[in-house]
């Protein structure tokens, strides 16, 4: 069973819609991150929180949304998206973000989004 | 410029062989930790092996072990008797010493095949 679980593990979507992924991670972590894979492209950061705080924001539009609820749970809320948003979005913890270089990132499976 | 470079954008192995995944990278922070990921056709990513810039000696973890030539800055990940589930996108990353989020940089990954 893995530590992150994300869900849903597809959606499409079209360009007016709203929808919300979820990432859930029972490792105890501080720490989660959104991230966003494009194809041939390199993971971009896009999201850091830290103790439910959000302490990196890599200049995502404001149609992608977070929010912490709690050091548990990562949300990304969407809204009025573009096709070039299709994409893996990839959620993460850690235990903590400040301290400790050596601390893996834990991945969760991915959430594949398709822009209609 | 790129922070973390993957030169090979693929690679093949004959099963039971052993190879090595390129990684050079660039900081100047004297204080900074490189991971390798895996990433199976699925999505999600998996983290194989870290090497602290003040450690002496190569990290290893089972077939995984990291050539740090930290002169040269390179990472490579050598991955000994290749086996058929070892076919994955592999990614380079790098956390440095400095600012508050500590953020992991990636590189744009290695496409390994194993051949039977």
Known sequence: ?116 | AQKITQTQPGMFVQEKEAVTLDCTYDTSDQSYGLFWYKQPSSGEMIFLIYQGSYDEQNATEGRYSLNFQKARKSANLVISASQLGDSAMYFCAMREGHGSARQLTFGSGTQLTVLP
Not at chain 1, 90 to 116: K, M
């Open chain 1, 1 to 116: 069973e893995t530590g992150v679980t994300q869900t849903p593990r597809h959606l499409v979507m079209g360009m007016t819609n709203k929808k919300s992924l979820k990432c859930e991670q029972h490792l105890g972590h501080n720490a989660m991150y959104w991230y966003k894979q494009s194809a041939k492209k390199p993971l971009e950061l896009m999201f850091v929180y830290n103790f439910k705080e959000q302490t990196e924001n890599n200049s995502v539009p404001s149609r992608f949304s977070p929010e912490c609820p709690n050091s548990s749970h990562l949300f990304l809320h969407l809204h009025t998206l573009q096709p070039e948003d299709s994409a893996l979005y990839l959620c993460a913890s850690s235990q903590t973000v400040g301290d400790g270089s050596n601390q893996p990132q834990h991945f969760g499976d991915g959430t594949r989004l398709s822009i209609l």
